[in-house]
């Protein structure tokens, strides 16, 4: 593990501290890029396979004009699919998650599909051709897990496999028991912020504003918290618990009634962990339970925000009191996040903005942008005429790849 003090020795003193230009956070065509490339065609999670336990059960996911449809087969087999009839394009389930039964039946004409898929009949088959089963199905979409998570991908995308992405943090989560976890029960949230996407991303990649800004987690953790650069299209953020009289009420509770996991080893016992997955989530793994959020940009200046909690498989009523704790603690802090993306979203329409000043210790969001500026180089850039920026972009990815 790399402490904050060695993250910070090992910079260059002349590393870029310049954050992404303003213009990158407010171009439309830039929008509509990073929607195709990044949340398109790179792995989003869409929940656990411990939701989906039966046959028939199924959760869907709506983002950048996308729909997936996540369901368990009668063989076991989990398989994605997108939320999408072959006959006039309605949705073919209709709720965020649930039960189909034997069958998944359109709401629209009442064309019916397999819990694998294939199309088993269309309403007033009479009046139609005869329609091929695997032809006339749900079209499927790429589907992987770890560790129990369930991810799916609408395009081929940069990304390998999600146990390729994750695969330098196998040690350290072998201790937990993620494919165990269970629904909370809270169900999924989806909440709607008015600013752009990578706002949320530039605020929750650094705890450099932990000290200030969060009262909460600065008690829980003190100077401990530390964030890791992005690797590979993930990174890590790691903090112990700091060993003091806490002052406020709900810290206090949550490390006096916390026992954790005879299965965590002494650090993790009184630690958080968060694992953030490029482009758009973050897991975090607490002795007490799971958490996972994400971002999805919705048009210009929106942003959805979705996630959800899991429990622990063995989990008691003591276990159950210490996770309502560390939600209420991670509750405030959210709160307290949202102003902060608030003003950071505000601010860039400001004449006297000059965009960011980076800190050692916000290393993270700079790595995290290097990450954005690989796929997208014109962000090295001043904006380019309107209408030219893919096209822009294209270019400078084909020159690089001739450089290479």
Request: charged share 25%; hydrophobic share 35%.
């Amino acid at each position: 593990m790399t402490s904050p003090a060695a993250q910070a020795k090992d910079l260059p003193n002349d590393h870029d501290r310049k954050g992404l230009p303003a213009w990158s956070y407010f171009n439309t065509e830039m929008l509509e890029m990073e929607k195709d490339l990044l949340f398109r065609s790179h792995w989003q999670l869409v929940c656990h396979a411990n939701d989906l336990p039966e046959s028939g059960d199924f959760v869907t996911l709506d983002c950048v004009g996308e729909r997936a449809l996540v369901i368990r087969g009668k063989d076991g087999e989990l398989r994605a699919f997108h939320n999408l009839c072959r006959h006039r394009g309605s949705r073919v389930v209709a709720a965020e998650q649930g039960n189909c039964k034997n069958a998944i039946i359109c709401p629209f004409h009442g064309w019916v599909y397999n819990l694998d898929g294939t199309l088993r009949g269309a309403a007033q088959p009479d009046k139609l051709p005869e329609l091929d089963s695997v032809a006339f199905g749900l079209k499927a979409i790429e589907l992987d897990t770890w560790r129990g998570f369930v991810f799916v991908r609408f395009r081929p995308g940069p990304q390998p496999a999600i146990s390729e992405v994750l695969a330098r943090f196998d040690e350290e989560i072998d201790q937990y028991d993620l494919e165990g976890l269970m629904p909370s029960g809270e169900g999924f949230y989806a909440d709607v912020a008015e600013v752009n996407w990578k706002c949320v991303r530039d605020v929750d990649n650094e705890g450099y504003h932990v000290p200030m800004a969060h009262p909460g987690l600065q008690d829980l953790f003190g100077s401990n918290y530390y964030d890791e650069d992005f690797e590979n299209g993930a990174s890590r953020s790691y903090s112990e618990f700091r060993e003091a009289d806490h002052r406020l009420w709900s810290v206090r509770a949550y490390t006096s009634i916390l026992q954790a996991p005879p299965e965590l080893d002494e650090s993790h016992a009184k630690a958080w962990l968060y694992i953030g997955l490029f482009p758009n989530c973050v897991l975090g793994i607490y002795p007490d339970c799971v958490k996972f959020y994400q971002e999805f940009p919705i048009e210009f200046g929106k942003t959805m925000q979705r996630g959800t909690t899991y429990r622990l498989g063995k989990e008691d009523r003591r276990m159950r009191l210490a996770r309502y704790l560390s939600s209420r603690i991670d509750r405030l802090t959210s709160e307290e996040d949202e102003e902060l993306v608030r003003w950071s979203w505000e601010a860039a329409f400001s004449s006297g903005y000059d965009g960011v000043f980076l800190s050692d210790l916000e290393n993270t969001v700079r790595s995290y942008h290097d990450c954005l500026r690989e796929h997208f180089p014109v962000l090295n850039e001043d904006e380019p005429p309107k209408g030219t920026v893919a096209a822009r972009n294209a270019e400078l990815l084909a020159g690089k790849v001739a450089a290479e």
